[in-house]
């Protein structure tokens, strides 16, 4: 059996990837999908810790999150699709009208 | 009689009358005399007067029955902790007999200024004013009432006070005219100065009265009545009585016109004459003897206040004399004359002969009065022939080196006797018996002054014959001068006799003069004894009253009579003879008086009142003046207003000010706000830089709070 330190790793290491992914990269899809990689860090780490604890609260989580995320995407790709109308790019630098 | 004496009793409670009915005509006067014509006016002011006179009268036929005389309480006037004044008045032989004198004379003169004020008015140029004479007359009255019928010095001290500010109004009456058109003004503020000296005496006189005599009194309350002061007196240390009589004989000098605060009687002179005759010489200024009678009682206790008293009496009646005997205005001389007759009357109330000094006081205005209604007449007489001359072209000529015609210099009169008639026998009448040849009213009260003195005080004595010397030289150099001789001027040759109703009260007077003295016939002393019931019944028991009445001295007597008579020879021959004998030198070496060169620069120094007006306006007024100056321009005006108002209070307001506004308000309430905004706004202009408007940044920080949150929980939880 693979010990929980493995999928912890693992979940930490796409937990970084997205953060760095939301912090670097200027494309919204991309930062976009660098979002949805820490989510499913996150479920990954609810899941190992669930089969860990061998408790059933941690799977609900997941599917909680798995719906937040399915709405979030359902918003988040119309701020999109709104934003390419205005400004015709989805660099996320151009969106910088909140500028102090 | 038809009244039995025994009924007359109840007349005493008239009394409040004698001040009511003056009062009643005053009001009526005032306040509907405006619609009233002349005659009117002066018919309800005579009334008033004349109805005070009549329960005189009827007072002093009850005490004919009861000569003890009453207290007739009217109201309680002041109640405060010890001390109880009462409104009440006193009915004895003393008050009475001012009352009489007050309300007789007074009605008299009323009549006669009735007569005198209508011409008056026109020849002044005001007709509007003849009311306004008649309701200060009236209250003239009323005051004087008030002050010989008081039964406590309180209520004496209104009537006192009141006398005074008719007086004064009286003096100030023609106000916009005299000299420089204020002349007038001036008089009447001197004499009402002068006397408020001498009130300021009474008043500490009475504050004394209240510190000595308060604690003897019966339960600690005292109420300044004569009685209970004369009662209590003799248990007073007899420094305090010295203290209280001093003070009171200052309040004397100045209403009595003794020295040294005789100097506003002369000048009071710028009244109408009745006023004259009425206040300034036969019912006012006796008030001072008056006083002195009233507190005969305390007086007695005290010889050195009674020395003082009789000093400054005798001291005034010569130096009064003297000045008479070189003043040209005829009331001026009728003034010093009377000065130097209350000198008299002051001498003997402060020998204790208070009987010879009210004698005096009665007969003095009998025919003092008379000679200053005279004197009114004869003035009256001129100013209508100096107004025929002014309507005669012919006679307005010769009058043209005459532009400053004075109707009351003596120099322009002469041979008025052939003009005035009746004014001249009156005058003569007056004359002699103030000169006191017998057997005028004068010559009995002087000759018992003088009999009292040889006997009391030798050195008055002395000045008094002296005195009397001098009355006899003045009065005949008066009536030579205004009525012998021939006239020296235009106005004066045409003069034409008064109108009846000054004429009668002049003869009526006149009659008075000659027959007054009767009442204290030597030997019989009708008028003593009728004092007496006043002085001894205060002095049974108590203090010592009257000195014992010394009789008739033919020694003393025949003394007076001819230096009397030696006086008036002399006036004879000086302003008869030697100013024929004048008339040969040529007009520019012809002196205006046959006196100045005989006299000489003595002459100038009595001319000039010896400089006392000079002397006090260098000792008192400048100075006074200086000091007002300096109070007003130093003190006042650069001191308070300059420094302390504008440098200190303005200059420290505004500097205060300036600090507020400045330093304080803007420098350091601003600057607080200051500074926060300022500093809110560099702080956010530090921040407003995180507001990049990057998401990337937001993101960066927001997980870098993350971790920073999450770290702290691990460490503290860990």
Not at chain 2, 669 to 684: P, R, T, V, W, Y
């Amino acid at each position: 059996m693979v010990s929980v330190n493995y999928y912890l790793a693992l979940s930490v290491i796409l937990f970084i990837i997205g953060a760095l992914g939301v912090l670097i990269r200027r494309n919204a899809i991309i930062i976009f999908m660098s979002i949805e990689l820490m989510l499913n860090a996150a479920n990954l780490a609810f899941v190992a810790f669930a089969r860990y604890w061998q408790a059933m609260s941690g799977q609900i989580f997941v599917f909680f999150i798995m719906t937040v995320a399915a709405a979030e995407v359902a918003i988040g790709l119309a701020l999109i699709v709104t934003i390419f109308h205005t400004k015709s790019s989805i660099d996320v630098d151009q969106i910088s009208t909140l500028k102090g | 009689m038809l009244l039995n004496a025994a009924n007359t009793g109840g007349f005493f409670y008239l009394v409040p009358f004698v001040v009511l009915f003056p009062v009643i005509g005053l009001l009526i006067n005032m306040f509907v005399g405006g619609r009233l014509g002349e005659k009117a006016i002066g018919a309800i002011a005579c009334l008033g007067s004349g109805l005070a006179f009549g329960v005189a009268v009827l007072l002093g036929l009850a005490l004919v029955g009861k000569p003890d005389g009453l207290v007739v309480p009217y109201l309680d006037w002041i109640t405060i902790g010890t001390l109880q004044l009462q409104w009440a008045f006193r009915v004895d032989t003393l008050s009475v007999t001012m009352m009489l004198v007050v309300g007789g004379v007074g009605t008299l003169i009323h009549i006669y200024a009735v007569g005198y004020m209508h011409d008056d008015v026109r020849h002044n140029g005001d007709p509007g004013r003849f009311r306004r004479f008649f309701v200060y007359f009236n209250l003239f009255i009323a005051a004087m009432m008030i002050l010989v019928s008081a039964s406590n010095y309180m209520m004496l001290f209104i009537g006192w006070e009141g006398v005074g500010l008719c007086s004064y109004l009286l003096i100030g009456f023609w106000y916009e005219k005299g000299k420089d058109g204020i002349g007038n003004a001036l008089a009447g503020k001197k004499a009402f100065i002068a006397n408020r000296i001498g009130d300021l005496g009474f008043l500490i006189a009475a504050f004394l009265m209240f510190k000595y005599f308060q604690p003897l009194a019966p339960n600690g309350v005292f109420s300044f009545d004569f009685d209970s002061v004369a009662s209590l007196a003799k248990q007073v240390p007899p420094s305090g009585i010295l203290a209280i009589t001093l003070f009171l004989l200052l309040g004397v000098t100045g209403k009595s016109a003794q020295l040294p605060l005789y100097v506003w009687l002369p000048d009071a002179m710028a009244g109408p004459t009745p006023v004259s005759a009425l206040i300034h010489a036969a019912t006012m200024v006796t008030a001072g003897v008056y006083l002195v009678a009233r507190s005969h009682a305390i007086y007695s206790l005290v010889p050195m206040a009674q020395n003082t008293v009789a000093i400054v009496g005798g001291v005034t009646a010569l130096f009064a004399g003297t000045i008479a005997l070189a003043q040209f205005d005829i009331k001026k001389v009728l003034a010093y004359s009377t000065i130097s007759q209350l000198g008299f009357m002051v001498a003997a109330v402060g020998m204790g002969a208070f009987t010879a000094g009210m004698f005096h006081l009665v007969m003095h205005a009998f025919f003092k009065a008379l000679l200053f209604l005279s004197a009114g007449s004869v003035i009256q007489g001129i100013e209508r022939g100096e107004h025929h001359v002014e309507q005669d072209p012919n006679l307005r000529k010769r009058m043209k080196h005459e532009m400053h015609f004075d109707a009351q210099d003596m120099r322009n009169m002469g041979g008025l006797r052939t003009k005035m008639k009746v004014t001249f026998w009156v005058y003569l009448v007056g004359a002699l018996a103030l000169s006191g040849i017998i057997p005028l009213a004068g010559f009995w009260s002087k000759d018992e002054i003088l009999t009292e003195a040889s006997a009391l005080n030798p050195a008055v004595y002395w000045l008094l014959l002296l005195a009397a010397f001098l009355t006899a030289l003045y009065m005949g150099r008066q009536i030579l001068m205004v009525f012998f001789g021939e006239s020296r001027s235009e106005p004066v040759a045409h003069a034409t006799e008064s109108p009846a109703i000054m004429t009668v009260p002049l003869v009526i007077l006149a009659g008075l003069s000659v027959v007054g003295g009767f009442i204290n016939f030597p030997s019989v002393n009708t008028f003593t004894h009728w004092l007496a019931n006043t002085f001894s019944a205060v002095a049974e028991g108590t203090a010592g009253g009257e000195a014992a009445p010394a009789g008739f001295n033919f020694v003393i007597a025949t003394v007076s009579t001819i230096l009397a008579v030696g006086g008036l020879l002399l006036a004879w021959y000086l302003y008869m003879n030697r100013v024929h004998e004048m008339r040969r030198l040529p007009q520019n070496q012809r002196a205006d008086d046959p006196l100045r060169p005989i006299l000489g620069p003595v002459f100038t120094l009595l001319e000039n009142k010896y400089w006392v007006d000079e002397f006090y306006g260098y000792i008192v007024v400048k100075p006074y003046e200086w000091l007002s100056g300096f109070l007003a321009d130093k003190v006042d005006w650069n001191f308070w207003h300059d420094f302390f108002h504008d440098t200190i209070l303005v200059g420290g307001f505004n500097g205060a000010t300036r600090l507020l506004s400045g330093p304080i308000d803007l420098g350091f309430i601003d600057g607080i706000s200051n500074f926060l905004a300022d500093g809110f706004k560099e702080l956010a202009g530090q921040m407003r830089k995180i507001q990049s408007g990057f998401v990337r940044n937001y993101a960066l920080s927001i997980l870098i709070g993350v971790i920073c949150i999450i770290g702290y929980l691990i460490i503290r939880l860990g």
